[in-house]
């Protein structure tokens, strides 16, 4: 067995692709395997220092919270939603921009703000495949216009950390946007690599409820009677919100679903196992987190499109106050952590799980990601005693049942 294969098999990798690049293409490869997921493969032996490198980074491994130094002089500090410099409901300043994004396109907009203004010289961020655009590659904008191609939700696999050592080569400043656990992958890098914190001047973020196997959208192709090789283009959402799905075929056929109907049936979102058990997916060591703001956490109907928007670092509030400023971004209502719980009860109610959830896969030998600085054991002290032993015995009755090994 490889030295990597433990994060695998325990089913805490989320194929976010660090480990290929630290360790380099040629000897770990992340593939797409038969079950829907990217997983690395390794190819060739790797040193003990590469194997340590990637457990270091690995977010697999390790998922940490805000370090001190990071924090903002407004800095507050919210059990649930962690450290933060202010809370606010906005959009993008640009209607194409709000219209096209996944939510309100707030993301987007600060990807090209940093372009416009100079502040960065590309934005590193995932988008749909153009070859094949049901699946995800990642993706180097160095226009606005390049930023807002690649808007929108990406629910199946996304690895944009693949080439993520080769883009620290460029020594360039830039930009990085991508889901909660690829920001904790790239500020455990920036432990022991100072290029990271040199280079990689933004870290924006999506508040995650889980990304989906690829087995969510080739069950949505079989049920349309599509196979990806037909496909022009591929959209989970955005262009409204949420927007709908939409298939588009090379003989000029368009196939559509909506958001709700897409995401009606929990039992078949095929959420990846890694998520079941996410100490942050609000994204709390991002310099800026955005999320949606339906009450209740998921959408009634079309709207124009509003986003929670939570700057947490001193980069990301000198960063949200400078595009507000120049119109980049519309702010229209503060938020308080109270408002962002009824926006996201599920964000709540794992935040609150996952301390026992990780408690009980250690207590079965198996591996559990380390965590610190994220407040889980003082947040699962507040819930019920039953609760409590409902998401631990819940956990040891899934490992018992293989639901933890890939
Ligand atoms: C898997 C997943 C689960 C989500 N779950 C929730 C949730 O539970 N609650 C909630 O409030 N919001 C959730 N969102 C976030 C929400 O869909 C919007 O992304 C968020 O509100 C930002 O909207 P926006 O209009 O600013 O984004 P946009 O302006 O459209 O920008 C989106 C950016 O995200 C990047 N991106 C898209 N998909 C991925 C991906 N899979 N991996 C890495 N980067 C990606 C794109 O490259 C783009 O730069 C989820 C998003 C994803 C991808
Ligand atoms: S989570 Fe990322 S770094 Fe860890 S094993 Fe999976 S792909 Fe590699
Ligand atoms: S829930 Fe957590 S592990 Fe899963 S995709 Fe979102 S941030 Fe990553």
């Not at 194997?51 to 002089?73: D, I, K, Q």
């Not at 933060?84 to 990807?111: E, I, K, N, Q």
């Not at 949420?242 to 909506?258: H, I, M, N, S, Y």
């Amino acid at each position: 067995m490889s030295t990597l294969d433990p994060i695998v098999t325990s089913a805490m990798c989320i194929g976010c692709g660090l480990c290929e690049s630290i360790a380099g293409a040629p000897n770990v490869q992340l593939i797409l395997n038969e079950a829907g997921r990217e997983r690395p493969v390794t190819r060739n032996p790797l040193s003990a220092e590469t194997v340590a490198a990637v457990y270091a980074a690995c977010p697999g491994v390790n998922v940490n919270g805000l370090e001190p130094e990071r924090f903002s002089t407004e800095d507050a500090l919210d059990q649930v939603w962690g450290h933060y410099a202010g809370m606010w409901r906005g959009f993008a300043g640009d209607p194409d921009v709000r219209h096209r994004g996944a939510t309100g396109g707030v993301l987007s907009a600060l990807g090209r703000y940093l372009l416009k203004s100079g502040r960065v010289d590309f934005v590193l961020h995932v988008s749909a495949d153009p070859e094949n655009p049901l699946r995800n590659i990642h993706t180097i904008s160095n226009t606005p216009e390049d930023v807002l191609n690649a808007a929108g939700s990406r629910y199946g696999p996304a690895a944009p950390l693949r080439d993520f050592i080769k883009i620290l080569e460029r020594q360039q400043p830039f930009a990085f946007i991508a889901k909660p656990c690829d920001i904790n992958a790239v500020r455990n890098l920036a432990k022991s690599d100072p290029r990271v914190d040199e280079y990689c001047k933004y870290l924006l973020t999506l508040v995650c409820g889980g990304a989906s196997e690829m087995t969510k959208s080739w069950d949505l192709l079989d049920d349309w009677g599509l196979s990806e090789e037909e496909l022009t283009l591929f959209r989970y959402r955005g262009y409204g919100n949420p927007g709908l799905t939409v298939a588009e075929t090379k003989d000029g056929r368009r196939f559509e679903t909506t958001y709700m109907d897409l995401w009606e049936d929990e039992n078949k979102w095929n959420i990846q196992t890694r998520c079941k058990v996410c100490p942050d997916a609000i994204g709390e060591q991002a310099d800026i987190a955005a999320s949606d703001v339906w009450p209740g956490g998921g959408p009634t109907g079309e709207d124009a499109g509003w986003n929670g928007i939570i700057p947490r670092t001193q980069a990301g509030i000198d960063l949200l106050n400078a595009a507000i400023r120049d119109g980049a971004i519309i702010i229209d209502k503060e938020l308080t952590p109270r408002d962002m719980d009824i926006f996201q009860p599920h964000q709540v109610r794992k935040k609150k799980a996952v301390w026992q959830r990780l408690k009980a896969l250690r207590s079965t030998g198996h591996p559990a990601l380390n965590t610190s600085g994220l407040r889980l054991d003082a947040l699962s002290q507040t819930n019920e005693v039953i609760e409590n032993a409902k998401e631990y015995g819940g956990t040891i009755e899934r490992v018992k049942a293989g639901k933890f090994s890939e």
